[in-house]
């Protein structure tokens, strides 16, 4: 569930700047920069369970 609010807060937060008019500030952007890495280290981990998973099943 934490992945899926995360992508979704990220999706909300690109959909509130196209929406806008005006320069996107640099505290923005690292906001959306800060959800884009914790949904990359939520996904790599993701990824490790299930090789180590496929290891254990072969």
């Known amino acids: 569930m934490p992945l ?3 992508k979704e807060q990220r999706r909300d937060l690109v959909v509130a ?3 806008r008019k ?3 500030s640099g505290w923005e952007l690292m ?3 800060a959800v884009q890495q914790a949904i990359s280290a939520f996904e790599e981990v993701i990824a490790d369970l ?5 290891v ?3």
């Open 4 to 6: 899926i609010q995360l």
């Open 22 to 24: 005006g320069p996107i």
């Open 31 to 33: 906001q959306i920069a």
């Open 17 to 19: 700047l196209q929406n």
């Open 56 to 58: 254990e099943a072969a």
């Open 50 to 54: 299930d090789a180590m998973e496929a």
